[in-house]
């Protein structure tokens, strides 16, 4: 429970920093015959890689998953999946500077405070690598999912307060712009609206949706463990994430009960769906649908003020590789940590009767 | 982890439903040596019980706090405190209606999916009644967080859409109107809101903000146990909660990064708090502030549409006791989840470093 | 994990001192739909109750049980079942002496070192009492098990040395002497060696077993999470425990591989179970065997040598209302912990091969 | 929770097979500031290395550990430190005989009937080699023990029935005999007789002491995380223990309680140490003393009953590179064990006394 271990029987165990020897996570808890090739993760991995457009770093890196354990013959055996990617691109540079003082939005001096000193180089276990680790456990989870039916994904809602209409709602477009909105023209205004940010130096911040289809209803359990506290705790777990909201979220807030509630109708189907898929913190069949507010990244190149470590003021200008935007990098991030939540969920649910535990041990 | 029980080493555990026998908590891991009374209990209970405006429902119940152990002469002996309040309002009435149905907004529906039955009296477990031992746990945290010097406080930042002023924000005001506000002026014209909604037969939701002070840099862990997604997944197990935000939130993803950094200065205090305290995860030594979507009470008298068990379309109208608005007695129960967290943050973040390990085991 | 609550999915959380108001369990994670009532709950309490046989403390306790929760209709309904035993017998006596020494044997040392004080009034926390809880949890747990088919028992396999012989064995002796043997005869001189303890003012211990069948195969985990290492937890948390065996056990050390390993026939069930019904960590069908090592009464009224809490050495004689021997009711204890164990092992071991989920959800 | 992580604050993730890419752990939740190095990790490795001894399995491998995360500078981050062996020596042979069968005493039966198949190669995950994990993560353990004083060590204690006299214990022998006795006489005779065993194509069991010195008093948690349970647990997961006992273990059981008792004296030593180190679950400040019982190798090269996958009856001689004795190489396992169970039970009783809490947040 020191932060690096995610789930109660889907677990994830995640390692590794930007400037080391690599990035991992052992996979714990996934059933055994489940379909798992390297190219089965890699295709998550290859979304959130460096380098897939202007917006993104210009550091290199393969990102070349390598599965080390619990995968034979094809398929899953119950036991630990290990899966590594090294680091490839740690350019050998001076960090004398970046080590000296405490980056404005990151948390160079939080890990001083908590351990007394950090690994600097490149932010250390701090950095977006980090989250290599969840993509990867993440494109576990989902074979999980889609062995059950279950339908996840994620994209761009708004950059930089440009808000993809969701009358024009493509899911085809959100693999064909730069900035994964699933409506071409408000994407294209986004592009637009962060090369002006990069020509100044600065950058922005986004909101990323997420939606779940064919949830069996009953997921989840009452009290602390509702299924929306696990998504909320999931997605705020990654870097940047400043506001989590599920359904109506906020607009609820000043909505009335007559106009917030879904009637049920036939079949169990709800009429409308501001709940966002979850009743009580139990899933009720619809979707899920939730969202993440990201910060803009810390990292900008125009001045800004600081301390040292001797804490003398300082104006400091972070060059490097950096990235305008993270949003559109971090929707495979919200995937993984949403897919990553339900297949524990999933899990953990089977023996919330005493009909199901009786069925499943008399086969 | 089946829902009811929460934290790490400053655990609780829940039970009780809303026409059982009572509700109740039992605290493990808190510290011996901590000075605990039942008053210290009660204090906090009395701001949630029931019939203390015309905005909650006219339910009685004392809601009576008893410590039944772990306290002795006076103080915290360091093993489980249990603490237990009697239903005493448990009004016999026919239920067979309500057990009939689906009331839209509720956990009726999910319940009976997820475990086949329900005890459906006043909602059985998903009544906010369960609250009770989330507060009274979180009294005992609140002691904790005292002794080490921590000020953790609430109050209600909306309703309606109405907005308490930060300008004239009174720390005194939260306690002098009826829902919690900390500005005396917008309190009055939520309270008129509140009165027509009720007029209505309807309900309003509103925002809670939640200020915590004094915080030693430090707490939190990173990745996935970030000092935030610890708060968000705790916040949103309160029942009505559809959103989360720490610092700026949602607006943080509007906004440049130059714009949202907070500068470091002397003495390492930030001259703005963007971030909200929270920096990587961690707690960076100011204030951390966040903000809890509340949705509006389901349970309103209007008529609405829904199914039954059977699956046939029918009209409602929900009698019986209900509070119009539940943001005004979830602030506590907000406190209670906040303090809950920081409490089990502060034992978990001892030993970070060797040179603390050492310390504590020289002595 | 401070301490009382065990278990992953079905969880137990256990509260309250010998002489305070009272003590309990709530239980979290029990499936619903199970048959239960508070009568389930007292013939487990009965068999650990004070007073049933000369050689248990003459301490009057009715240790009535009362459900508090969870119970709907008279079936579990997937929440906490909170269950409680009020202390009746707290005589009013002078605890200044008990309060000032360190009784050898006991924990009264080892709380004030780790607590700094400590609730002296009969052993406190560390008294017998403490596992009224783990009883009445067990109680629930062997509603489950005996769901699914599981019978599970314990008895006393050996007192002072004397043990009951494995040709005579008798499930129906059990509860037919008052040292629970399964074997009459032995029992007799068991009973004939412990008035002879009595009478020299010492105390005795001795060894229980523990049988459990038609454990379907596959339950427990690789590892760390090996059935026999979480029995061997659940059992050595008891009190008194200290040693524990599965199978051959320490004989099993003294072995040849030849001799020890259990040929498989037809039907996969083995020719022998030396290995007590657990490979590799995990259940194969066969029975599981173990025994639990119980160390003597440490409360004798012969006189010993101790230190008082100001460092001084002293001689004392302890009085009061003790077990010369606490094997026979620790039997029922060990039954509740391997129940509680067996219990969580059944609700874990569902999603182990991703049929067993595809079924499930596929309902 | 499904088998491979260990601890609740000092935790580790273990994976690996036998005949996979390699075995692995990461070390999540060690204090940062710690001194480590691949080499302080490889000299515990190099302990449970095959090819040691003419009593080893002749398989060769390096087993070099290498570090891929979490320390920086020589001292440890606080971040999680991954920690990799590859497989060298994965014979290229026929497994489709071991693949049709289950070899008695080993888990292959038990892993089909959990996870519907297995890799079959050496074992896959339950073989031995799964161990490096633990001997890794218990190396960084030791590290931070001994920042606190801590001295811990195994021996062995018995081999088929031959003990080390206690009367010549030497530390200093352990290390200079093949069977790692502190007894050079007993050890020559268990060495001629495990001779004698590899000449029967049989093999042998025997027990494993192991002691941990200057333990600070107040270490565990009563009730159901007592430390002797936890490292009850920690020692019975690790693959051949059958049994486990502290201090006087399972002839405390034959003992009278005044001969058991272990009386106080002056500066709070005991006269005796029958409890081995632990009254009530917590450390008394003794030395802590337990035994863990082994079982004979279960492959050996004489003729077995067993059955194939397809149920029938089929007699079978297993070849291949295998211990005559598993106790020597498991020394080091114990002692990993025990420094993991050790290291997490510092860590989470650091907040047990409120004054505990103050001192360390107001530095």
Same mark, same amino acid.
């Given at each position: 429970m020191a932060g690096s271990i995610f789930g109660t029987i889907f677990q994830i165990s995640t390692w590794g920093e930007s400037h080391g020897k690599g990035v991992g996570v052992t996979v714990d808890g996934c059933p055994a015959g489940l379909p798992l090739s390297e190219s089965d993760i890699q295709q998550w991995l290859d979304r959130r890689k460096p380098g897939q457009s202007k917006f993104t770093t210009q550091r290199k890196e393969a990102d070349q998953a390598e599965i080390l354990s619990g995968v034979f013959e094809g398929k899953t055996t119950g036991t630990p999946i290990a899966i590594m990617v090294r680091n490839t691109d740690q350019r050998s540079r001076d960090y004398s500077e970046i080590a000296s003082y405490y980056r404005p939005g990151h948390a160079d001096y939080t890990f001083d405070r908590k351990?007394?000193?950090?690994?600097y180089r490149g932010g250390g276990r701090s950095s977006g690598r980090e989250t290599i680790g969840r993509v990867a456990g993440g494109a576990v989870a989902m074979q999980l999912l889609k062995a059950v039916g279950i339908d996840l994904f994620a994209y761009t809602k708004e950059i930089g307060g440009i808000q993809a209409d969701p009358e024009k709602?493509?899911?085809?477009a959100i693999m064909e712009n730069a900035v994964y909105m699933p409506d071409m023209d408000e994407a294209k205004k986004a592009e637009e609206f962060l090369e002006q940010c990069m020509k100044e130096q600065d950058s922005a911040g986004g909101i990323i949706e997420c939606v779940i289809r064919n949830v069996p209803a009953g997921l989840g359990d009452p009290v602390f463990e509702k299924l929306d506290a696990k998504l909320a705790a999931a997605v705020f777990s990654i870097g940047a994430v400043k506001g989590f909201e599920v359904g109506?979220?906020?607009a609820a807030a000043r909505a009335r009960g007559s106009e917030n509630n879904d009637s049920f109708c036939i079949n169990n189907? &709800? &009429?409308?769906n501001h709940a966002g898929g979850i009743l009580g913190g139990i899933s009720d069949g619809s979707d899920i649908v939730f969202r993440a507010a990201i910060k803009p990244t810390?990292?900008?190149?125009a001045v800004q003020e600081t301390v040292n470590r001797d804490g003398e003021e300082i104006s400091i200008s972070i060059k490097g590789r950096?990235?305008?935007?993270i949003v559109p990098r971090a929707v495979v991030v919200v995937e993984a940590m949403a897919a990553l939540t339900m297949a524990d969920a999933l899990l953990m649910g089977m023996g919330s009767r005493v009909d199901m535990v009786k069925e499943v041990y008399s086969r």
């Open positions: 351990y007394g000193f950090r690994d709602f493509s899911r085809e109506d979220g906020f189907i &709800k &009429k409308t810390p990292s900008i190149s950096h990235d305008p935007v």
